[in-house]
């Protein structure tokens, strides 16, 4: 008797891969997690447990209401609620990171129609929401500054979670580039213009250089719904974040808050570079 095995279809295929996806960012942001609980305490672990527990709790109300199918198993809501108590600094109550996770998944989201169909990286949204309602419990205590190699591994002047050890985040990215969970076009097209165009305005990269910018670089910019989908086009967004984290940054004198906040502009442009760099075909025309 012959035997034989029957491979999955494509769209199984490619749902398996997104979730392999998602679960292996999660597990890769776990070291720098457990070093913000350890350099932060409690409410370190406290905020990543509220905000989590916001994003995973809306997202089984809206599913359940509608009579969807329960995706938490996928690790979206997981992860989307864990990106956003990295980027928050730990002082911020619980209720209010939770309030936070919620809107990342419930509005940043689902009010966009779901996983795929989102315009802005709904943990971004969600920390533009915080820091418009609550602005002051938003600021972190200092601002994060490279004064020697140690503070890569802990930056005892850290002001978001993500803060606390710069190089376990790069360490996370470059894995996960390895192992072609991300691809590199984008890291490295941000990293390069940063730094390039920091140097030129005389920024010494101590202040540029940090856990929430690597976060950026190697999370939140490569968010595959946010970003665009060509070569040509992820080079190019990633050279648009880095020189609107330089402008942002240099003129705000807010590396943290510059990288932020220049991602969350590059997610509305992201389609029009989509656009603009989809690949001919064979025999076609240029567009007038």
């Known amino acids: 008797m012959t035997s034989f095995t029957v491979s999955p279809p494509p769209h199984r295929k490619k749902k398996i891969f997104i979730k392999n996806l998602i679960w292996s960012r999660i597990f890769a942001l776990l070291p720098i997690s457990a070093a913000a609980v350890y350099f932060f305490g409690f409410a370190a672990l406290g905020n990543l447990i509220a905000s989590i527990l916001g994003a995973v709790g809306i997202e089984f109300v809206i599913q359940k209401a509608f009579n969807k199918k329960l995706t938490i198993l996928d690790g979206n809501a997981i992860y989307l609620g864990l990106l956003l108590a990295l980027i928050s600094p730990p002082t911020l109550p619980a209720w209010m990171i939770f309030i936070g996770g919620a809107f990342a998944v419930g509005v940043g989201k689902h009010a966009f129609g779901g996983i795929g169909s989102y315009i802005f990286h709904p943990s971004l949204a969600a920390w533009v929401f915080l820091s418009l309602a609550w602005a002051q419990d938003m600021l972190p205590g200092t601002i994060p500054i490279l004064s020697s190699f140690s503070d890569l591994i802990l930056e005892n002047g850290a002001g978001f979670l993500t803060d606390v ?27 390069l213009t940063t730094v390039i ?10 202040y540029v250089v940090s856990g929430t910018f690597l976060l950026g670089v190697f999370f939140l910019a490569t968010e595959t719904v946010t970003s665009p989908v060509t070569r040509n086009g992820r080079i190019v967004y990633g050279i648009l974040c880095g020189f609107l984290t330089v402008v942002y940054g240099y003129f705000s004198g807010n590396y943290v808050w510059g990288t932020l906040y220049a991602l969350l502009l590059s997610n509305a442009v992201a389609p029009f570079i989509e656009l603009k760099t989809l690949p001919k075909p064979m025999g076609g025309v240029a567009d007038e």
């Open 197 to 206: 165009l920091a140097l030129a305005l005389g920024d010494p990269l101590a």
């Open 165 to 191: 050890s710069p190089i376990l985040v790069l360490l996370a990215g470059v894995i996960l580039i390895l192992v072609k969970y991300i691809e590199w076009r984008i890291p490295l097209s941000y990293l």
